[in-house]
């Protein structure tokens, strides 16, 4: 029988402000060194490298990773990796949303965590991906530090050794001096990498956005008006009609450029949750969505089937936004998805909640692929995703959406044959996740 949860779990509140008169001659050369050599070194990966080797000796440590908090403190994302094993399945990059585990607790009361047989944790926290990949590579216990500047907790560095019951006090305090020197440092180091690379990213967007999407869409929306007023010759009564269906299919889209526009401004994008009382799902959200996308699923020979069970209770949502969810997702399917092959939308009541899926054959992901989904201007990187054109911001839009309503998005596949993305909304309002 596992251990309670409580005897493989430690939070250590007495671990601050170590003296450094406990430690040894060897563990104060290193705390000296570190502080002398701390901004020797360009880069975060050269920073972390060098103090993994050196402070190896002092501390069981089989593995070595730092994680910041991103997305104002909603997820969690692997930044630094460093193992002396092989191989390794949970790489630098992965991302799992706050709120998983254990480590709540350890934000919270900003303290370290010891964790004493990792296997035996993962029987109590079945939901942690995280805890099951370290699990497989072999780790068997974990000490956490939070990673404070100015008193604020920014990430969070562990250590892992492949040994049950490897950490003890005075490992955690030698840690929290190590980290009291390291912190500052990562934290600039990490910023001007991170800045650097929204401003690319930003840039990129920005020029998709102006040459690949807005002008053609513009053009298209002039030419539809051209024909509605005649401009070409009188139309039918069923010409009109699908022209003005073009329009406003048009006008949508334009709407979404400027979405993207908006959301490309990189750390200052808001979406603004406008709800509404009694909206119909399938009528305000999820039909609109499927109209918009089924020219492009036409075109690629594919049908669009939406699905419901029982009875869909009225919700309390901002619908503009939550289409525009929906349409990344459909436009996804058609976009990965196989010539031909079938979309199915399924909407299910499920107790208080409601429960959307989207279903497609075609390509999918692998299990690695699965935690680069939901970031921002990640996009699945292989040859055959590489193809197919697109920003990345579809997915990391949708997940601050549902987030935004206080639901939750999860994504499955089986590579190579299908992949289905689904999320949750309570009926009513709630507190927004942040």
Not at 143 to 161: E, H, N, Q, W, Y
Not at 283 to 296: E, F, S
């Amino acid at each position: 029988m596992a251990a309670p949860l409580n005897e493989l779990v430690r939070y250590v509140e007495s671990a601050e402000s170590p003296d450094r008169a406990e430690f040894t001659t060897e563990e104060r050369r290193v705390l000296a060194e570190i502080h002398a050599r701390v901004g020797a070194h360009a880069t975060l990966e050269e920073l972390l490298d060098w103090f993994a080797e050196r402070t190896r000796a002092l501390s069981p440590c089989d593995r070595y990773s730092l994680a910041f908090l991103e997305d104002d403190g909603a997820r969690l994302v692997s930044r630094y990796t460093r193992a002396f094993y092989e191989p390794l399945r949970l790489r630098t990059g992965y991302a799992e949303d706050v709120g998983v585990g254990t480590l709540p607790e350890v934000l919270a009361r900003g303290v370290p965590r010891i964790i004493t047989d990792l296997a035996a944790y993962a029987v109590h926290r079945p939901a942690s991906h995280s805890t099951r990949l370290l699990v497989q590579e072999g780790v068997r216990a974990s000490m956490t530090c939070p990673l404070k500047v100015d008193g604020r907790i920014v990430g969070l560095l562990f250590r892992s050794a492949r040994t049950p019951d490897a950490y003890a006090l005075h490992h955690v305090r030698l840690q929290l001096a190590l980290t009291e020197r390291l912190s500052q440092a990562i934290e600039k180091t990490w910023r001007i990498a991170q800045l650097e690379r929204a401003n690319r990213a930003y840039l990129e967007l920005l020029g998709f956005v102006t040459h690949e999407l807005k002008s053609p869409v513009a053009s298209m929306l002039v030419e539809a008006r051209l024909l509605l007023e005649g401009y070409v010759g009188e139309l039918t009564a069923d010409q009109r009609r699908r022209i003005e269906k073009l329009a406003a299919k048009g006008e949508h889209l334009l709407g979404l450029v400027h979405d993207y526009l908006a959301l490309a401004q990189i750390e200052g994008a808001e979406l603004k949750l406008r709800r509404k009382i009694g909206v119909d799902f399938l009528t305000d959200v999820v039909q609109p969505a499927r109209d918009i996308v089924a020219p492009q699923a036409d075109a690629q020979e594919m049908t669009i089937e939406v699905q419901t069970e029982g009875l869909l209770p009225s919700v309390e949502v901002d619908p503009q936004l939550l289409r525009v969810a929906l349409v990344n997702l459909l436009g996804n399917a058609v976009k990965y998805g196989r010539r031909g092959g079938d979309i199915r939308v399924t909407v299910v009541h499920a107790g208080d909640r409601l429960r959307t899926t989207v279903w497609n054959e075609g390509l999918g992901f692998t299990t690695e692929q699965r935690e680069q989904l939901f970031r921002r201007f990640v996009r699945l990187d292989s040859p055959e995703h590489r193809q197919r054109s697109g920003t990345g911001v579809g997915l990391y839009t949708t997940w601050r959406i549902v987030r935004l309503h206080g639901g939750k998005i999860d994504a499955r596949s089986a590579p190579g044959q299908w992949a289905e993305f689904d999320f949750e909304l309570p009926l009513g309002p709630t507190v927004p996740v942040p």
